[in-house]
């Protein structure tokens, strides 16, 4: 008797005395392999195992996990529109630099949530561990709407973000319970998807909504909104989705049979782990950062993080260098952004091509992880960013078309997603044992310049002018250039002598 794939909530298994039948038949069937010591693991076919999903159900698992981290990046732009800017210089008399902090601090809070949220997602599952961090930081963002106070609003703000670090990183596990290495970089290009535009979209919509009322207060129309997106898409997705890391699933499956059979000696390996407090800071919190002392990691890291600045500093002073140009003002001058989305919806076509033509490769290789072969595409590519900061700062004036900025923001857009992605994919491959540390080494790491470089960003074009101030960060972004080649070149020699690459954790 095999169970159906339907029935992977532990929760379908019999409970009741008169259907112990059925349990020697779970015991005996197609779905579960006990060994000799009677430890429990899904069978290779088995249509509970999450990797075994239909793709249908996979695509629906990674688009609501997408819409989590969609509404969670939103929500970190909706300060940085002008019209949001304006009203708290209005309301408060704080500066713009004052006035983004809100954002700054919110992505900041991005940074140590993971420290936290990772390891709980690992303790007690994927859906736990996202979802009631992501409803956590829907109610404090409601709090935002509701703080009368500059206080108020930038603690609320700092606690919104540091719970919304759950879904924004810990959604990525999600796409590893359920897609196989050699599909999940087409489904990664797909959640990139909504990542990239999240924050693309927050001030224009965000503009658009304390527009649309002259009351001074309308600030707080953007907070109640994403909010309440929040807490739809928290219930869809508690009622819509089921656990998919597999340890838990499986630990839950062994509880039930336990019960069921009176065979207290059935166990999974989840069952024989217990929560080390040391070790959970080494993972999560001492060995990030010992990792970034090491070249691949810290040259990487860095790279991948200051494309991330970058962004957040485009999103948040983009108004600021059309107003300089062109005069644009309010809602108008945050439009140039859907360029960006589009670059960076473009950037993740790309990627999930290089995704195919690199599971040919490794397939030839025996499925075994070749780090170097997610350089190309960023060598190919990557080299559009600075190429569109350039073009865009000296482009972005009243004597040439906007057409012709934007499509400059476009490649921006390319660049970005180009270095941003396979960065990450180049650590992850580069130590599988110590992927979670690796992850949370470039999570703080690019939420700290995500953090800063907003703030400098309105003195940097007012000071210096669109064109050298583009080209100022320009320069930056393109000596970094080399970094994927040298690694490309050297990065087995370099790994092969990296303490944490010949490790057994």
């Not at 390891?119 to 561990?129: A, V």
């Not at 010992?290 to 485009?314: E, H, Q």
């Not at 703080?444 to 080209?471: D, E, I, M, T």
Request: glycine letters at 6%; a neutral charge.
């Amino acid at each position: 008797m095999s169970i159906k794939d339907e029935e992977n909530d532990p929760s379908t298994l019999p409970t009741s005395d008169s259907e112990s039948h059925n349990t020697d038949n779970l015991l005996h069937s197609n779905d579960f392999v006990l060994d000799e010591n009677c430890q429990l693991t899904f069978a290779t076919a088995s249509p509970l195992k999450p990797r075994n999903w239909s793709t249908s159900k996979k695509l629906v698992y990674t688009i609501l996990y997408g819409l989590a981290t969609f509404s969670a990046q939103f929500n970190s732009a909706t300060m940085a529109s002008e019209s949001y800017v304006n009203r708290m210089n209005q309301l408060y008399g704080l500066s713009a630099e004052c006035a983004l902090l809100g954002t700054s601090l919110y992505v900041l809070g991005i940074a140590f949530g993971p420290m936290v949220f990772a390891p709980m997602s690992e303790m007690y599952g994927r859906k736990l561990g996202v979802f009631v961090p992501f409803l956590i930081s829907a109610l404090f963002t409601f709090s935002t709407s509701i703080s009368y106070n500059v206080p108020g609003i930038m603690v609320t703000r700092f606690l919104a973000g540091f719970f919304a670090g759950a879904p924004i990183v810990s959604s990525g596990g999600v796409l590893a319970d359920i897609w196989d290495p050699s599909t999940r970089g087409a489904a990664v290009g797909l959640y990139a998807i909504f990542v990239s535009s999240g924050p693309s979209f927050g001030p224009i919509i965000s503009s658009l909504l304390i527009s649309s009322n002259d009351s001074l207060q309308s600030w707080r129309i953007p907070q109640w909104f994403i909010g309440l997106v929040e807490l739809s898409l928290f219930v869809v997705d508690v009622l819509s989705l089921h656990e998919t890391y597999e340890p838990v699933l499986l630990s839950r499956y062994a509880k039930q049979l336990r019960l069921d059979s009176k065979q207290w000696s059935i166990h999974s390996a989840q069952d024989a782990w217990h929560f080390d407090l040391k070790e959970t800071l080494s993972i999560h919190m001492v060995r990030p950062f010992a990792m970034l002392a090491t070249p691949i990691v810290f040259l990487m890291a860095l790279f991948a993080s200051y494309v991330f600045g970058l962004f957040y500093l485009f999103i948040t002073n983009i108004d600021e260098a059309f107003f300089l140009a062109n005069g644009w003002q309010g809602t108008i001058a945050d439009l140039p952004l859907i360029a960006f989305f589009i670059g960076g919806v473009a950037g993740c076509l790309c990627n999930i091509l290089w995704a195919r033509k690199y599971a040919q490769i490794i397939e030839k290789k025996d499925g075994e992880p070749i780090p170097e072969e997610r350089l190309p595409i960023m060598i190919m590519l990557g080299w559009l960013m600075p190429a569109g900061l350039f073009m865009f700062g000296w482009t972005c004036t009243s004597s040439i078309p906007w057409i012709v900025p934007c499509i400059a923001i476009v490649f921006i857009g390319i660049g970005f997603m180009t270095i941003f992605q396979n960065s990450l994919n180049y650590l992850i491959d580069s130590f599988p044992k110590y992927s979670a540390s690796v992850i949370a080494a470039n999570t703080f790491l690019r939420s700290v310049f995500a953090a800063s470089f907003p703030l400098f960003g309105k003195q940097l074009y007012v000071n210096l002018g669109v064109g050298w101030g583009s080209s100022v960060i320009g320069f930056i972004a393109l000596f970094m250039i080399p970094i994927p080649v040298f690694f490309y070149k050297y990065g087995r020699k370099i790994r092969a002598k990296n303490p944490y690459a010949n490790r057994v954790s």
